[in-house]
Nanobody, 117 residues
Framework: QVQVVESGGGLVQPGGSLRLSCAASGIIFRVYAMGWYRQAPGKQREWVAH???????NYADSGKGRFTISRDNAKSTVYLQMNGLNAEDTAVYYC???????????WGQGTQVTVSS
């Protein structure tokens, strides 16, 4: 059974930092590209960051210079380090695992990030 579980969300003050984690099980983690998405209230889900199975990374403009995605294949976990958070970063953050070659894709249940003073 495949499980993708996010953690690390919470309430943080503007300018603060959070590190989100996403642990995957039931998949061959190392072959999956991993991504973070977010959905703010009343808005569509948007892509935040992506890391390939080879470790190449890409970021949406909203997170460039502030967010860092990384992965630990030994722990089947992907991380999103978020610095310099502001109110616009408030959203539910979702983890995505995708193996495009075989059409496999899985989502986590999301973790809430709230940036507020």
């Amino acid at each position: 059974q495949v499980q993708v579980v996010e953690s690390g969300g919470g309430l943080v003050q503007p300018g603060g930092s959070l590190r989100l984690s996403c642990a995957a099980s039931g998949i061959i983690f190392r072959v999956y590209a991993m991504g973070w998405y977010r959905q703010a209230p009343g808005k569509q889900r948007e892509w935040v960051a992506h890391i390939t199975s080879d470790g190449n990374t890409n970021y949406a403009d909203s997170g460039k210079g502030r967010f860092t995605i990384s992965r630990d294949n030994a722990k089947s976990t992907v991380y999103l380090q978020m610095n310099g958070l502001n109110a616009e970063d408030t959203a539910v953050y979702y983890c995505n695992a995708k193996w495009t070659q075989f059409g496999r894709e899985y989502w986590g249940q999301g973790t809430q990030v709230t940036v507020s003073s």
